[in-house]
Nanobody, 121 residues
């Protein structure tokens, strides 16, 4: 069982920045961040793969968020700049093994406990 430990959430004003970290207890093929606001479905924010270092970003965060990973540390990062109030949500780190797509929450194998991001206007 892979353990994921997130850190870096918090409260910022609009236009500010936060950096989320997700440390995995062992190697995982794909890692990513999903978020869920109250009353809304969980949505994919950004994902990254090991072999190709390919990345995905939701349209709503393109140009503002950057996902990266340090394979030596089994850690993924989400740098969030120019934050908006609509980015307010619980952010969950997720990981996947065995190949395949990380295009939906149902495809991910492991989940962190979540970290709250709150952006005030």
């Amino acid at each position: 069982q892979v353990q994921l430990v997130e850190s870096g959430g918090g409260s910022v004003q609009a236009g500010g920045s936060l950096r989320l970290s997700c440390a995995a207890s062992e190697y995982t093929y794909g890692m990513g961040w999903f978020r869920q606001a109250p009353g809304q479905e969980r949505e994919r924010v950004a994902t990254i793969y090991t072999s190709t270092e390919g990345t995905f970003y939701a349209d709503s965060v393109k140009g503002r968020f950057t996902i990266s990973r340090d394979n030596a540390k089994n850690t993924a990062y989400l740098q969030m700049n120019s934050l908006k109030p609509e980015d307010t949500a619980m952010y969950y780190c997720a990981a996947k093994n065995g190949g395949g797509s990380c295009d939906s929450s149902g495809r991910m194998d492991y989940w962190g406990q979540g970290t709250q991001v709150t952006v005030s206007s």
